[in-house]
C-alpha cells in the first residue's frame, strides 16, 4: 500500500492551495525585473521559406556540439574488449585485405608505390568518409528523443555525427606515419599541402550528412539506401586503384565525382606526386556549393522535424 | 513594463494523415507527383489528409515572475502550445515574443545515454537543456546532493533503479537556471516521497521570481504552485484568470468519462496491466455510474516474471485527484499474486458508496517501498438515482457516502 497511502499523507496539503500571486510575486518581481532583457530575447514566428543559418545561435551552444561529439566517442567503444584499439584495427585490417586481394591476386597497379601503401591513406579517408555519411544520414531520426523535447540548433546533430569520427581519420594518419616511415618514403614540401584534400574531404562528408539526415526525416528510404550508394561511390572513386587506370576519354566524366579529386591529391600530397588541380578545383567548388546548399535546405525543413521525425 | 511572454494569436495546424503515417517513402511521393503533376504548384493542402486545428488564435500574455498554469483535457493543445513556446516545433500562425531566456523541461531525463555514468550524463543531460559547462560544473556537487545518489554517481546509468534514474534527471533538471521556465508534467515521476520533493523544489523556484508556465492535469498542484491558470478547450483559450476561479470551470466542463482502461502500447515492464474495468457484482462491464451502482473493479494483469512483494492497489480519488482512500488485497486477507501467469482480481466497493461527483479509480502494480510497474486509470461522474437520504442541500456532503449505524432511542 505503499503508494496510495503516502498519497493521503499530501491530500491535506494539496486541498489547502495557497495563493503565493501578490504576497511572493511582488517584491521580488521588483528585485528581478532589471535582469530581464527590454527587447525580446527571441520571437517565435512562422518562419520563411528560406532562412538565415542564424550562426550566432550555432555559436552559442557549441558546448552542446562537444558534448554529442563526446558522447559518441565515449558511447561506442563501451562494453567492447579492445575498447579504441578498433579505432587502429579498423583500417589497418581493411588496408591488408584489400593489399592481399586486390594488391597481390588482381595486381591492381598502384603508381610504383607499395601496395599496402598506396591503398592505406585513401581507405583510412574512406572509413572516415563512409562511417561519417551513414551515421550522419541517420542522425537525425536517431535524435528524435532529443528534436521532440528539447530546442537547439539542429545542424548540431548532423555535425556532431561527423566530427566524432574525426578521432578515427587523426588516429589513422598517425599509423600512416609510421607506416611512412618503415617504408622509408621521403615526405616531400607537397605534404603540406594534405591538409587541403583532407578539409574539402570532411567538408563533403559534413555536407552530405545534413543533406541525407534531413531527407531521412521524412523519406526514410534514404537510410536504407544509403549504405548500398556509399558502397558504389567507393568504387566510382579512387580508393583502391589509381585514377591512371580510368581510360583518357572517360577522365573529365569521372572528375565530376568529387572524391576523384580529393583521393587524388590524398595521394599527391603524400607521396610527392604532382597535384592534379583541375579536379581538385572541380571538388572545391561542388563541396562548397554543396555545403552551402545542405545547410540553407536542412534549416529550410528543420521545422518540420519535430512535427514527423 | 511589458510581460516576459506574449503570445499573439498563435495557431498550428496538423495534417492528421500525415501525421499517423508519420513518414512518407520515396516511391510515394513519386507515384503521387506522377498522378497530381501540379501538386507542388497548388502547395495548399495535400490529398487524402485531413487538416485539424490543434491551436487556434491564443492571445495571452504572460507577466514577469508569474506561474501561469495550463490546464485542460487531453487534446486541448496544452501540449502543443507547450512546445510552440520551447521552440521545438513552429507555429502555423501567429508571434511569441520571449523576453527571457527559456527553458524547457517537456521531459525529464533528455538525452541521457544508459551506457554513460550518473556524472557523464549530468553533463550531456545539462548541456542539452542548454547548460553551460562551467555551470554544471559549479553546480555538480549541489546536483549530486539533491538526488541522494553520490555513491552511484559513477556508475553507468543502465544499472539504476528506475527511481535513481528519474531522481538523477530531476535534480538536474530542477538545477536549470532560465529567466523563463516551460514545465510538462515532469512531476508525475517517481514515488510519493520523491513526487512531494519535486513540488517543494518548483514552489522554490516559482517563488524566485522565476516566471513559469506549467502544465499538469493534477488539479491539487497546479493550485499549490500557480497564481494565475489558463485553461485550454479544442485548441483554443477558454479561460485565463484566478487558479481558483479557472480550475473550478475546468471541472465543471465535463470531464471524459473513462469506465475501461485497455493496453494500447507494448509493456515496457514484465509486469503489467492489460485492462481495467469497472464492473457490477456479476463482473460485467458497467457502462454508467449511479449512485446506487454497485461498483467493482476488475483488474486483469499478466505477471511475466518473478516479483517477490509484488503489490496490488487500488484507490479511489476526487475530482481534484486527491486520494479518498486505498486498499489492496489484504484487506481481504489475501496476498497479491507472485507467481507468473495471467490474473484477474476484483474489488468490490461497499455498496451505495459513491456520491453524484466524479471520481477517479487508479490501479497500481508495485514492489513495496520501490518500484512502480504499472499504473491504469479511470475516470467517471456518477449520476443521482434514489440512494442514501440527503439532507444537505447542494447534495450530501463529504467525498463519499458512507450508511453508518445510528441507534436513536428515548433515554
Not at chain 1, 607537397?190 to 578539409?199: G, N, R, W
Not at chain 2, 501540449?79 to 515574443?97: D, H, M
Not at chain 2, 513526487?195 to 488539479?219: D, P
Amino acid at each position: 500500500m505503499s503508494t496510495t497511502s503516502s498519497n493521503s499523507a499530501d491530500a491535506p496539503e494539496l486541498a489547502t492551495p495557497v495563493n503565493r500571486s501578490p504576497a511572493h510575486a511582488g517584491p521580488l518581481q521588483r528585485k528581478l525585473a532589471p535582469t530581464l532583457p527590454n527587447e525580446p530575447v527571441a520571437i517565435i514566428e512562422p518562419s520563411r521559406a528560406w532562412n538565415a543559418l542564424n550562426l550566432r545561435d550555432l555559436w552559442h551552444y557549441r558546448e552542446l556540439l562537444y558534448f554529442l561529439v563526446w558522447r559518441d566517442i565515449k558511447v561506442r567503444y563501451k562494453q567492447t574488449a579492445v575498447g579504441v584499439a578498433w579505432v587502429v584495427i579498423q583500417p589497418v585490417f581493411s588496408a591488408l585485405i584489400f593489399t592481399i586481394f586486390l594488391g597481390k591476386l588482381a595486381r591492381v597497379p598502384s603508381d610504383q608505390i607499395p601496395y599496402v601503401l598506396f591503398v592505406y591513406p585513401s581507405l583510412a579517408f574512406w572509413t572516415f568518409f563512409s562511417a561519417a555519411v551513414t551515421q550522419g544520414g541517420s542522425s537525425i531520426v536517431g535524435s528524435a528523443h532529443l528534436i521532440t523535447k528539447v530546442y537547439f540548433p539542429r545542424l548540431i546533430i548532423p555535425t556532431a555525427a561527423v566530427i566524432a569520427r574525426l578521432l578515427d581519420l587523426g588516429i589513422a594518419f598517425m599509423i600512416m606515419l609510421v607506416l611512412l616511415a618503415y617504408y622509408r618514403m621521403p615526405l616531400s614540401p607537397s605534404t603540406l599541402l594534405l591538409p587541403v584534400p583532407l578539409i574539402l574531404g570532411i567538408l563533403l562528408a559534413l555536407g552530405m550528412s545534413m543533406l541525407t539526415s534531413a531527407l531521412n526525416v521524412k523519406y526514410r528510404d534514404v537510410s536504407v539506401a544509403l549504405p548500398v550508394l556509399v558502397q558504389l561511390w567507393m568504387f566510382a572513386s579512387p580508393v583502391v586503384y589509381p585514377s591512371s587506370l580510368v581510360p583518357e576519354k572517360y577522365r573529365t566524366l569521372y572528375e565530376l565525382n568529387p572524391l576523384v579529386g580529393i583521393l587524388e591529391n590524398l595521394r599527391a600530397a603524400l607521396f610527392g606526386g604532382s597535384f592534379y588541380w583541375r579536379s581538385l578545383a572541380i571538388s572545391a567548388i561542388f563541396t562548397l556549393a554543396l555545403v552551402i546548399y545542405a545547410a540553407f535546405a536542412f534549416r529550410r525543413v528543420e521545422r518540420s522535424f519535430a512535427d514527423i521525425v | 513594463m511589458h510581460p516576459a511572454i506574449r503570445i499573439e494569436r498563435v495557431s498550428k495546424q496538423y495534417r492528421i494523415g500525415a501525421r499517423q503515417t508519420s513518414y512518407t517513402t520515396l516511391r510515394d511521393k513519386i507515384g503521387d507527383s506522377l498522378r497530381f503533376p501540379f501538386e507542388k504548384l497548388r502547395r495548399n493542402g495535400r490529398h487524402g489528409h485531413e487538416e485539424i486545428w490543434a491551436l487556434e488564435d491564443i492571445s495571452f500574455e504572460v507577466g514577469r515572475g508569474e506561474v501561469v498554469g495550463l490546464i485542460g483535457h487531453n487534446g486541448a493543445g496544452k501540449s502543443t502550445l507547450l512546445k510552440i513556446l520551447a521552440r521545438i516545433t513552429e507555429p502555423t500562425g501567429g508571434r511569441v515574443e520571449l523576453y527571457g531566456k527559456v527553458g524547457s523541461l517537456l521531459e525529464v531525463g533528455t538525452g541521457f545515454h544508459p551506457e554513460l555514468t550518473g556524472r557523464e550524463n549530468v553533463f550531456l543531460n545539462g548541456a542539452i537543456l542548454g547548460m553551460r559547462k562551467a555551470e554544471i560544473e559549479q553546480k555538480f556537487d549541489e546536483v549530486v546532493a539533491f538526488s541522494e545518489i553520490e555513491k552511484f554517481i559513477d556508475t553507468p546509468v543502465k544499472h539504476y533503479s528506475s527511481g535513481m534514474y528519474m531522481r538523477l534527471a530531476f535534480a538536474v533538471a530542477a538545477h536549470l537556471d532560465p529567466e523563463i521556465l516551460l514545465v510538462d508534467e515532469v512531476l508525475a515521476v517517481g514515488d510519493a516521497g520523491f513526487q512531494s520533493k519535486c513540488l517543494g523544489k518548483m514552489e522554490e523556484v516559482a517563488q524566485g521570481g522565476r516566471t513559469i508556465i506549467f502544465v499538469s492535469h493534477n488539479i491539487g498542484s497546479i493550485q499549490r504552485l500557480c497564481s494565475t491558470v489558463a485553461l485550454l478547450n479544442s485548441g483554443r483559450l477558454c479561460a485565463l484568470g484566478k487558479a481558483s476561479e479557472v480550475t473550478e470551470r475546468y471541472l465543471q466542463m465535463g470531464v471524459a468519462t473513462s469506465l475501461c482502461w485497455e493496453r494500447s502500447d507494448p509493456p515496457t515492464e514484465d509486469v503489467y496491466f492489460r485492462r481495467v474495468y469497472l464492473a457490477d457484482e456479476a463482473s460485467k462491464d458497467l457502462e454508467y455510474v449511479t449512485t446506487g451502482s454497485s461498483v467493482a473493479v476488475v483488474l486483469d494483469l499478466v505477471i511475466a516474471g518473478g516479483h517477490r512483494n509484488l503489490q496490488l492497489s487500488v484507490g479511489l480519488y476526487d475530482g481534484n485527484g486527491d486520494i479518498i482512500f486505498g486498499t489492496s488485497p489484504l484487506d481481504a486477507g489475501l496476498s497479491s499474486p507472485t507467481a507468473p501467469g495471467r490474473y484477474r482480481a476484483t474489488v468490490l466497493f461497499p455498496p451505495e458508496l459513491l456520491l453524484p461527483k466524479t471520481y477517479s479509480v487508479k490501479a497500481f502494480l508495485f514492489l513495496a517501498g520501490s518500484k512502480i510497474f504499472d499504473t491504469a486509470s479511470l475516470r467517471f461522474p456518477v449520476q443521482e438515482t434514489a440512494s442514501l437520504y440527503n439532507i444537505t442541500p447542494g447534495g450530501r456532503a463529504g467525498q463519499v457516502a458512507i450508511r453508518c449505524d445510528w441507534r436513536v432511542e428515548a433515554s
